[in-house]
């Protein structure tokens, strides 16, 4: 019964690792990807203004 | 709970103790993820011989710890391949069904060689691992400075790439060219009836590798699925990473299970969270380096840990 314990630790503890890391990096990467979108649109935008105003 | 505890974190005597010991084994934990984020490998072929060497961790608790910290970086870089697409799942299957079988006969040779072999002496057994080891990254040398071959295929005359060139067959890996047993068909143009037991056989010499040395296969698996297989490049590894996070479950599975204890949680989380910040270190590094002397500043590091195993090896 304890080395069931153990045998499911230790499968699970790394496993629960790499998998709460690949969400986690998945999560920043998309706010990165969003941010950068943002971040065109503003520029986008201000480039649009500054030809009407010309 | 003591014996839970002990099951865990099995006692050993080691180089050093206490903080010195988890600082160490942060340091290499951050090395090996710099050498994950910077060439893209998985470093168990350098994790277990620098436990063994520079910590004093017993080869068998270096090769179980190191199979776990496995199952945690390979099934994190699955999941991001897998979700780019770049899986083979039906090779994932058949070679999976080999190296699981392979690592599960890895740690009964394994045992082998520590009391039949070695006759229960540590020394003679390091001494086999060792050489074990020096043979395998000399090999993992030879890969990495081999040049590529030339691509078969239709070449440009004339410097025009459209220009038709002379007809020719397809070319066959050389699973497609054996002829005895089941075939059967991946999901990738051009790599029909493969020889099923060819694949089954690969699997399970890599899984012995596996469960003798603690090696996750990105070293070998990779090559083997790019010159025997036939997989394209751009799957290659998501595949070889699926691969290997089955055959180490089943090599922890077996060290979970055997009469001694052989895994240590606090050595694989140690290596876990280091080699998370080591990744993004090698990451950021990459982008500021030529690539196109990747493979001799990773030969020269393959080659730095042969000199320190035949140094521990011949000297110590």
Known sequence: ?54 | MSELLQLLAPQFAAHFSGIAFYATLILLGLMIGFLTGFFGVGGGFLTVPLLNIVLGVPYEIAVGSDLSFIIGTSSSGFLRQATLGKVEYKTVGCIAGGSIAGAVVGDILQDFLIFSVAGGQRAVFNSIMHSLFVALLLFTVFIILKRPGQEGGPKAQNGDPNAPGPISRPRLTPLQRLHFGPKVDLNHDGLEQVNLFGMILIGFLVGILTGVMGIGGGVLMVPILLLLVGLPADKASGTSLGIVFLAASAGVMKKAISSTPKISLPITMSLLVASVIGVQIGIHMVQNFDTSRFRRYFALIVIGAVGLILFDLLIL
């Open chain 1, 1 to 54: 019964m304890i080395k069931i314990v153990a045998l499911i630790i230790h499968i699970a503890g790394p496993l629960l690792w790499g998998v709460g890391m690949f969400f986690l990096f998945e999560k920043l990467h998309q706010r990165r990807t969003y941010q950068a979108q943002l971040l065109r649109q503003n520029q986008k935008g201000v480039h649009r203004k500054q030809k009407r105003d010309e």
